[in-house]
């Protein structure tokens, strides 16, 4: 966590940089042409530029360690379009290498957490690189292999579940009338 910085020891911002904070408090730097990769910081930092560059910009729910990723992203891109979203956007399109190492060396709930941010700060190509990595992930797997890798229950653990429930429920029940 060297690049973490606490609010201790943030350094002050440069006028064309800006301070985030995550949910548990780790503040961090961002260029504001990185931070213009997100529509949301994009338009947090027009509402404070009355107030000025030293005031962070707090994502009370996006984690430190989820934070420094997106900073990380921004950063790597800050220099590149902007996009809008595409729904029509090619089915061959191909992650760049850096994007695509980046992704793939996340842990699952790593990733999810990221997504997440991302469409919350409304970083639209890194949620277009994101859906895509999960395209990769599903990509010629049969539905057995998909309920696995998504955790998703078989029809008859639900129905398993459902039961356990109900008979749970009626045990507690006529525990309360036995009382």
Known sequence: ??????????PEAPSTSFIVES???MKFVITESAA????TMKDLIGTIGTIGSNTALPFKNIDGATMKLIVEWCEHHKDEEIWAYNYDAPIGMVLPAWDQEFLEKMEDEDFEKFIR????????????FCC???QMIIKDKKPAQLREI???PTDEEDEALEKKRREESEKKEEE???K
Do not use: H, R, W
Request: aromatic share 6%; glycine share 2%.
């Open 117 to 128: 941010a991302a469409n919350y700060l409304s970083i639209k190509k890194l949620v277009t």
């Open 132 to 134: 895509k990595k999960i």
């Open 23 to 25: 949910s548990d408090g």
């Open 1 to 10: 966590m060297s690049n973490v910085q606490s609010a201790e020891s943030a």
């Open 36 to 39: 213009n990769q997100s529509v």
């Open 176 to 178: 309360e009338k036995s």
């Open 150 to 152: 998504f955790m998703i």
